[in-house]
Nanobody, 118 residues
Framework: QVQLVESGGGLVQPGGSLRLSCAASGASGSIFRFYEMGWYRQAPGKQRELVASISISSGSRNYADSVKGRFTISRDNAKNTVYLQMNSLKSEDTAVYYC????????WGQGTQVAVSS
């Protein structure tokens, strides 16, 4: 069983930055390092969407067009953690952010709320 715990969200003004973290824990948490990981977000009234993904070795990273150039995904396999650095935040980035494997293998965590507002 793997539990995903997201943290780092909050209220920030447009143009601001946040760094999100997602830690995999549980008896099988160490298998995190064998999966391509992704950050997803779900805005009110909208479907959950993938915003960034990273390969197992961090050699390949992909971003949705809406966040390209502003967000950076990274991972630390030794810590079973994936990060999302978000810069130049916009109001349209407001959403609950989740992590999971690229294939949505694990149960979803509680997510972390990001609100961008002046």
């Amino acid at each position: 069983q793997v539990q995903l715990v997201e943290s780092g969200g909050g209220l920030v003004q447009p143009g601001g930055s946040l760094r999100l973290s997602c830690a995999a824990s549980g008896a099988s948490g160490s298998i995190f390092r064998f999966y391509e990981m992704g950050w997803y977000r779900q805005a009110p009234g909208k479907q959950r969407e993938l915003v960034a993904s990273i390969s197992i070795s961090s050699g390949s990273r992909n971003y949705a067009d809406s966040v390209k150039g502003r967000f950076t995904i990274s991972r630390d396999n030794a810590k079973n953690t994936v990060y999302l650095q978000m810069n130049s935040l916009k109001s349209e980035d407001t959403a609950v952010y989740y992590c999971n494997t690229r294939r949505e293998t694990f149960s979803w965590g509680q997510g972390t709320q990001v609100a961008v507002s002046s």
